[in-house]
């Protein structure tokens, strides 16, 4: 059996809880529905519109007046007491429900995080030295693609002052750089806008600091489905910049992110839950963020194993699953590039 498959399995195991679950909704919505539109006096007897004075516990019976609500009190006591319970037994199954569903999201196998070069291919690398983006095309391009050396009909090697997807020649000024950024921008461009959003918030390339500005470029290009931006609102609210701190958003962002396939955001959340002892679920964030390339979990997953908090079959999956990822972005092209510079490193 492949890693991917252990992962898989996992997944599918998860979509059986996931139909479980559901079905226990279904059949929890019929349960204690039923609401007493008519007004009756629950202890008179009397109807009309005048009963409106309602328990204050249950909230399921209606009386005519305080009197009655009073002489009724010891026989309501138990049916009361009950639905009380019932209702607050009802909530908790929710949360438990809600909190079930929303790990079998949060667990599942995450897309690719940025996709494949378009020109060679092969998965891009999670180490940002590994790929660019071009703001020509808008495309995210490897290094071993814009590196390699370009050769004309006869052979020779040619200028390669060009974007090695569309040909665009690079921009030649500042100025054409932050107008073609600009452009990406207006067109609905996530990693664009992201990139705007970065310049805000650092108060640079001409941008003024503005916090807000960049949270709200960081809003934008997440839900254009960059799942950086998402890890960046995570930050944001980390570190309180130009909001409250509040570790309980920056959590949920993360997630957020991690869905989309961040595999930094994912180990953030494996830090936290490893901080709050719940090293289970740090391992599992670990493990999946290790099949992205972020190597700093395997890491974590060697410190834990040596530990004692991850079994040696652990530590063996997540070597194999690092492994499974360097087979999908290696190549010939990007070593010689990362060979010929060390700021094509991609792994
Ligand atoms: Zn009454
Ligand atoms: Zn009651
Ligand atoms: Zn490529
Ligand atoms: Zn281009």
Known sequence: MSTSDKICTNS???????????????????????????????????????????????KQVKYCNAVCKKVHKKKHKKDCEEHVRRVAEKH??????AAKLHDIELFKEPPSQFGDCPICFLRLPFRNTGRAYFSCCGKMICSGCSWAPVYDNQGNEVDNKKCAFCRTPDPESYEEIMKRHEKRVDADDPIAIYTKGNYYKDGRNGYPQDYAKALELFHRSAELGCSEAYTSIGYVYLYGEGVEVDKKKARHYWELAAIGGDASARHNLGINEGETGNVERALKHWMIAVRGGESESLKQIKVLYSNGHATKGDYTTALQLYQEYLG??????????AAADERNRYY
């Open 328 to 337: 999908e972005i290696k190549s010939p092209q990007r070593d010689e590039a």
């Open 12 to 58: 599918c195991k998860n979509s059986d809880d996931a139909s479980d679950v559901i079905g226990k909704l279904e059949k929890m919505s019929t349960v204690d529905n039923e609401v007493n539109n008519t007004s009756v006096c629950a202890n008179c007897g009397k109807e009309g519109d005048s009963v409106n004075n309602v328990c204050n516990q249950c």
């Open 92 to 97: 908790n199954e929710e949360l438990r429900i």
